[in-house]
Antibody, heavy 115, light 107 residues
Framework: EVQLLESGGGLVQPGGTLRLSCAASGFTFTNYALTWVRRAPGKGLEWVSGISANGADTSADSVKGRFIISRDNSKNTLYLQMNSLRAEDTAIYYC?????????WGRGTQVTVSS | ETVMTQSPATLSVSPGEGATLSCRASQSISTFLAWYQQTPGQAPRLLIYGASTRATGIPARFSGSGSGTEFTLTINSLQSEDFAVYYCQQYSDRPLTFGGGTKVEIK
């Protein structure tokens, strides 16, 4: 059974940092691209960052230069380093396995940016 | 960027009735469209990809259609577990973009 388990969310002040993790199991991690998607309060889903099986990464303009996606294939884990956080980054962050669409999702971790 | 627009924002339906949800793309995306379902506190679930192919384990009461810029998700005979928010997503170009969602609520 495919499982994606996010962790690392929490309450952080504006300008602060957080590092999210997503532990994957039940599939061959190195064969798949992975992505982070978020859902802000009262809003829809927003693609944040993605990383291919060979490590090429892309990010949305809204987080470019502040968020860094990475993966550790030895630990079957996806990461999102979030720097210079803003109030508008408040959201539930989901990791997802990516084909072109997203076929498996975690249940998310809450990130709240507030003073 | 391809903008995805869903309508209506909210759809009130009685259990056992059908529902039709719409999704429009700001430019042609062929059939590179997926639909997801999300219930409160749960992860999104892939329903449909390729505009009309049901994902593994998705009941036959869910069907998708359309191509180009106009797409439809049809749910026949809604069950209690179908009351949720539904999102469309295009994967024709980057960045990958979602619609704003349609909430299907109990009438």
């Amino acid at each position: 059974e495919v499982q994606l388990l996010e962790s690392g969310g929490g309450l952080v002040q504006p300008g602060g940092t957080l590092r999210l993790s997503c532990a994957a199991s039940g599939f061959t991690f190195t064969n798949y691209a992975l992505t982070w998607v978020r859902r802000a309060p009262g809003k829809g889903l927003e693609w944040v960052s993605g990383i291919s099986a060979n490590g090429a990464d892309t990010s949305a303009d809204s987080v470019k230069g502040r968020f860094i996606i990475s993966r550790d294939n030895s630990k079957n884990t996806l990461y999102l380093q979030m720097n210079s956080l803003r109030a508008e980054d408040t959201a539930i962050y989901y990791c997802a396995r990516q084909l072109y669409y997203f076929d498996q999702w975690g249940r998310g971790t809450q990130v709240t940016v507030s003073s | 960027e391809t903008v995805m627009t869903q309508s209506p924002a909210t759809l009130s339906v009685s259990p056992g009735e059908g529902a039709t949800l719409s999704c429009r793309a700001s430019q042609s995306i062929s059939t590179f469209l997926a639909w997801y379902q999300q219930t409160p506190g749960q992860a999104p679930r892939l329903l449909i990809y390729g505009a009309s192919t049901r994902a593994t384990g998705i009941p036959a009461r869910f069907s998708g259609s359309g191509s180009g810029t106009e797409f439809t998700l049809t749910i026949n005979s809604l069950q209690s577990e179908d009351f949720a928010v539904y999102y469309c997503q295009q994967y024709s170009d980057r960045p990958l973009t979602f619609g704003g969602g349609t909430k299907v609520e109990i009438k």
